[in-house]
């Protein structure tokens, strides 16, 4: 089960070619949405009987898509629906300044 063809933009970011074998990157981005909000899969191909077939991935194991760069974030920056982050959270109370725990098997 998935998302339909319809609903989705799927753009081929790379392919390298060595003899009969290829690998591509290809991007799979909701409609309407920013490209951070899509994923990142990548493909290995091979040439056979005059057609591409897709043989694995090379990134299997590594969850959706491709590993991000060093450094970047790999949920793509972005909050689903491409709402605003806020731009403070407030800060953790003292524990100080919190009520007494109730000790388990205290009836109180």
Do not use: C
């Not at 090379?58 to 793509?76: E, I, L, N, R, V």
């Not at 491409?82 to 009520?99: E, K, N, R």
């Amino acid at each position: 089960m998935g998302m339909p063809a319809s609903q989705v933009t799927v753009k081929i970011d790379t392919v390298q070619f060595k003899n009969d074998s290829a690998v591509a990157n290809v991007s799979v981005i909701p409609n309407g949405q920013p490209e951070a909000a899509g994923m990142k899969i990548g493909y290995q191909l091979q040439y056979k009987d005059a057609k591409w077939t897709v043989t694995g991935r090379p990134d299997s194991g590594g969850g959706h898509g491709t590993t991000p760069a060093p450094g970047a974030d790999p949920h793509g920056g972005g909050i689903p629906g491409g709402a605003a982050a806020p731009a403070a959270t407030p800060a953790m109370p003292s524990p100080d300044s919190l009520p007494p725990a109730k000790k388990s098997g205290s009836k109180q």
